[in-house]
């Protein structure tokens, strides 16, 4: 019999107490299980139990030798689940939650991406600004934005991103360019009124400017066509004017006064043992999303 057998046997016979609870469980004979246990003990040198014809019980020896396999069997199970995963097809519904205007921009084409890759998934987007509670709402895979708190979940950096102010060429010829965060008192400010925003602007160094927005908007694009206009400043994050800025209706000021770039991870639950479908769709976002240029 072979030595993982045998720690199997063990571990439930350590469970139930009973070599013939732990024989019907097993499906297994009677005289199987003691024959295990007997060539168990004989292989390490010790005994493991103490029987009687009323109770058994675990040695010292036993005591100590049945965590080690406890946790040695779960090891082996998490590689086997693992590797089914790793290899199986994915199947059924895959759920997918990132921002509203990062999920348009750079989820959604990942997302086509893997459904065209395995055609007899489906999938569903919930793309909002603010943070969902991926266990309550059923999520497999979020993209996140900014330092993480410890959840216990796994989770991938792809990349960050900057918060940037900028405007168009056509605004600064008329009302020239901040040199200091203090200078946006001066000028016109079209603001996003999204879940993080608010009416101080921090930047590097410790310097903080209290926002008089003249205009504000409920979505980020609003506000980014707005100052592409040559209407007046915002402050988005980098992503999201890449477009305007090779083209050159945007420009980036105050970069000097930066704050830290923003991360960005995907998470999911599970670790090695997330199911087919998650590991596939983790796998091409993280291929993808460190690839683009704006994210990294």
Not at 51 to 66: D, F, I, N, P
Not at 120 to 132: H, N, P, Y
Not at 219 to 230: D, H, K, R
Request: with cysteine; proline share 5%; glycine share 6%.
């Amino acid at each position: 019999m072979d030595r993982w057998h045998a720690m199997r046997i063990f571990a439930k016979v350590a469970e139930t107490m009973s070599f013939a609870e732990t024989a019907r469980q097993m499906h297994m004979s009677a005289p199987a299980v003691t024959r295990a246990i007997a060539a168990l003990e004989e292989t390490i040198g010790a005994r493991l139990f103490v029987r009687t014809t009323r109770s058994v019980k675990l040695t010292e020896a036993g005591g100590r030798y049945v965590e080690d396999c406890r946790r040695i069997l779960a090891d082996i199970a998490e590689a086997e689940a693992a590797a089914a995963g790793s290899y199986a097809t994915p199947s059924g519904t895959l759920s997918i939650t990132a921002p509203l205007l990062f999920g348009h921009m750079y989820v959604l084409p990942v997302v086509t991406e893997y459904l065209d890759s395995y055609p007899t998934m489906a999938a569903q987007t919930l793309f909002v600004d603010r943070s969902v509670n991926i266990v309550e709402e059923g999520i497999d895979v979020a993209i996140r934005i900014g330092n993480l708190a410890d959840s216990g979940f796994t989770a991938v950096k792809v990349g960050a991103v900057r918060r940037v102010v900028c405007g168009a060429p056509s605004y600064f010829e008329k009302h020239g360019v901040p040199e200091t965060p203090a200078d946006l008192r001066s000028h016109r400010i079209a603001a996003p009124t999204s879940a993080w925003a608010s009416p101080e602007w921090r930047f590097g160094g410790d310097h903080r400017v209290t926002i008089d927005a003249v205009l504000q908007s409920n979505t980020n694009e609003a506000a980014i066509s707005a100052v592409s206009a040559g209407w007046g400043l915002t402050r988005v994050l980098h992503y999201q004017i890449g477009p305007a800025l090779l083209d050159g209706r945007l420009q980036i000021v105050l970069g000097d006064y930066e704050e830290p770039p923003l991360p960005i991870h995907v998470i999911y639950a599970e670790g090695r043992q997330a199911p087919a479908k998650v590991r596939a769709f983790v796998d091409l976002a993280v291929a993808r999303l460190r690839a683009d240029r704006f994210l990294n």
